[in-house]
């Protein structure tokens, strides 16, 4: 059972801000700034490495285009961060590849 698989499927229920053939993307139920979404590859890949070697590129490229297309829609296109945590020891607690989209106020320059 993987809770990112019920949500594109529709089973549980989210709050989507876009959504093509291959992507979609939802509000964080969590979010850690004014605007966080996780934009999510409809098929499941566990993590980025995962995505790298079982994709032809069609996921990976709509991930960059729905990251762009998710940021213009929430108005942070100006400025916003992307944050992929890729397994365990990186806190990745949703073994979905997925890409926090944040933004809607100012970071700084640390990333971490
Ligand atoms: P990560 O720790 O990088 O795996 O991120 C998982 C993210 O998924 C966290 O920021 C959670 O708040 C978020 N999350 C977990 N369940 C849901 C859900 N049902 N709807 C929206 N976001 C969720």
Redesign the pocket.
Known sequence: MC??C??VEGK????KVYEDEYVIA???????APV?D?VIPKKHFDNIVDLAAADDGTYSAAVIDAIAEVAKAEGIDEGFRV???CGAD???????V?F?VIGGRKFEEKII
Request: proline fraction near 7%; avoid cysteine; hydrophobic fraction near 40%.
């Open positions: 809770i990112f019920d949500i549980i229920p989210s709050t939802i509000r964080d139920l969590n979010p850690q966080h996780l944050i992929n945590n990186a806190g990745q607690s949703v073994m979905h997925h926090h």
